[in-house]
Every structure is written in structure tokens, then in C-alpha cells.
């Protein structure tokens, strides 16, 4: 199910180029090192501590902290946004009034935020963001591209959301 992921992403940088990229939740850093081909400058930032292979990169700038803590101190702006498989750790609450929010003031002017979250396990006790809600959380931006991939058999149906929004 990787594809359609690739499809946005790729559409992202072919037409807009953007220079300055932020790879909220990074994990292993694959978009970052996606994002870094396109010799884009990348903030990567996760709670885990990141592969050996993202050390030391020249475009790509890794931070280990709590991502709530790192984006309340945040004061840069950025052309791209990603955010992909982050959402479902945070309560409602704190995704609509806070981190929204701060990621919207974090775009520059015809910049854009891609958000990639799922209807999770409810026995995960993780947490669902319908893209409604996402799109009134992270206004004044607009959603200007949306796909969903279902995922998993007949019993146990995921739906992945792929947002993007421009300011």
C-alpha cells in the first residue's frame, strides 16, 4: 500500500519543489531521504532515536524529542509538511487545538501539509482523526488532495487517508 503514499509525495516535489521540509514523526527517515533527493533541506523529528544512516546527512537535520514538546518550541517555517502514521498516538484534543494549528502557522504561503492517518485497532487504544475534523483543525489551509486505501481482510478493514492541504 506504499504507492499511493509515493504518488502524493512524488506530485509534492515534481510541481512544487519545496526546499524546506518537515518530516513530523519521522521514524526511520525514509521520507526524509525521499525528501532530501530532491535536495530539499529536512527537519526530521521523532521520539525514538534514528538509524545510524540519517547521522550525519547533509540536508537532513535529525531531532529526538516528544513531538508535542518540539512543535510548541517551533518557530520555523517550511514548504512541505509531513506528517504520515502520527495522529492516531495523540488525543482529539490535543491534535485539534494544538498541534493543527501550530502546523498551519509552520507553512509558509502556498506551502503544503501532507497527512497520511488510519482508522486504527480500537484495542490499540490509539485514536481516529476523520480528515473533517482535520480540515476545520488545520484551517486557514485547504484541502486540495484526498485518496483513502482500505487495507486488511473481510473481518478487519483499515482505511488509510491521504491528505493534502495548501495554505
Known amino acids: 500500500m506504499i504507492l499511493p503514499i509515493h504518488s502524493f509525495l512524488t506530485d509534492i516535489f515534481a510541481e512544487r519543489k519545496p526546499s524546506s521540509v518537515l518530516d513530523l514523526g519521522a521514524g526511520e527517515g525514509l521520507f526524509s531521504i525521499y525528501a532530501a533527493s ?14 545510524e544512516y540519517l547521522h550525519g546527512h547533509p540536508l537532513i537535520k535529525t531531532i529526538n524529542q516528544d513531538i508535542g514538546s518540539w512543535i510548541s518550541q517551533n518557530k520555523q517555517t ?7 502514521s502520527v495522529l492516531h498516538y495523540f488525543a482529539p484534543e490535543f491534535v485539534q487545538t494544538n498541534l493543527l494549528p501550530k502546523l498551519a502557522e509552520s507553512t509558509i504561503p502556498g506551502g503544503v501539509i501532507y497527512i497520511g492517518t488510519m482508522t486504527p485497532d480500537e484495542s490499540a487504544g490509539k485514536f481516529f482523526h476523520d480528515p473533517e475534523t482535520i480540515a476545520t483543525a488545520i484551517a486557514p489551509l485547504t484541502l486540495v488532495s ?6 486488511g481482510d473481510s473481518g478487519k478493514k483499515h482505511i488509510f ?3 493534502v492541504f495548501q495554505k
Request: proline content about 7%; some cysteine; charged content about 25%.
Open 38 to 51: 530532491f535536495e530539499a533541506h529536512v527537519t526530521a523529528v521523532d521520539l525514538k532515536p534514528f538509524p
Open 78 to 84: 517550511f514548504d512541505c509538511i509531513i506528517v504520515r
Open 146 to 151: 484526498k485518496d483513502e486505501v482500505v487495507t
Open 161 to 163: 487517508y491521504h491528505l
